[in-house]
């Protein structure tokens, strides 16, 4: 018994010596991960500065209201073309076929602006109503 545990005393030496024996090592590979780190964390930080700075330039310059205006005029042409396209057929200047493909296609058009229109309207009553500051 007094050999065996003299043993695992040994060989528990052994194993401490060595892990010791790697400590310049780890201290040597934490330096360099933390040069990564950093350096990655400066350009990451600069990148996102200025795609924020480019965000904030594009909300003033198109922000809510003007956002706003600029759908309701797509919604409104949209609608414009597909009258236009229905008069043309009525008048008699465009097939059956071209008449419903194109119908459908301006519909389609302006339905979809028209929700992301209203989408827009709830945000700004929601974003007016909760007033979330952006990040700094």
Do not use: C
């Not at 950093?38 to 003033?60: A, G, H, N, P, W």
């Not at 205006?69 to 396209?85: G, H, P, R």
Request: charged share 25%; no cysteine; net charge negative.
């Amino acid at each position: 018994m007094a050999a065996t545990l003299e043993d695992i005393r040994v060989k528990n030496r052994q194993l401490a010596e060595s892990n010791l024996s790697k400590q310049n090592a780890i201290n040597e590979a934490r330096n360099q991960l933390a040069v990564v780190r950093s350096s990655e964390y400066t350009l990451i930080k600069s990148r996102f500065d200025e795609l924020y700075e480019r965000q904030t330039k594009v909300v003033s310059t198109l922000g809510g209201v003007v956002w706003r205006e600029k759908l309701e005029e797509a919604v409104s042409a949209a609608d414009s073309a597909s009258a236009a396209v229905a008069n043309d057929f009525m008048a008699g200047g465009m097939s059956l076929d071209d008449f419903v493909k194109q119908h459908v296609e301006l519909r389609t058009q302006h339905h979809v602006l028209d929700l992301k229109r209203q989408a827009a309207e709830q945000l700004l009553a929601d974003s007016t109503a909760t007033a979330v500051p952006m990040l700094s």
